[in-house]
């Protein structure tokens, strides 16, 4: 089993879009997968990747840029 501290993570959530409503990016295994509003929609694109198991607020398990896991406005 590899170490999480020792790869790059398969889920990059980018920073926050000033938009209406504000969304944040997710990019899976370097493939956009979509527009998160919510921590809730990041888990639903893990789970249809089959990362269900994935702790998003683990660290290094997810890399968030721009903010963490609780941070959906600008």
């Given at each position: 089993?590899s170490?999480?501290?020792h790869h ?9 879009v000033d938009?209406?409503?504000?969304f ?5 295994l ?7 509003h919510s921590?809730?929609d ?11 198991d994935?702790d998003?607020?683990?660290e ?10 609780h941070?959906?406005?600008?």
């Amino acid at each position: 089993m590899s170490d999480p501290q020792h790869h790059h993570p398969h889920v990059v959530v980018h920073p926050v879009v000033d938009a209406t409503p504000p969304f944040r990016r997710v990019d899976i295994l370097g493939v956009q997968v979509g527009k998160a509003h919510s921590l809730r929609d990041v888990v639903e694109f893990c789970r249809r990747a089959g990362l269900e198991d994935l702790d998003l607020e683990l660290e290094g398990s997810v890399q968030w840029i721009g903010g963490g896991p609780h941070q959906w406005e600008e």
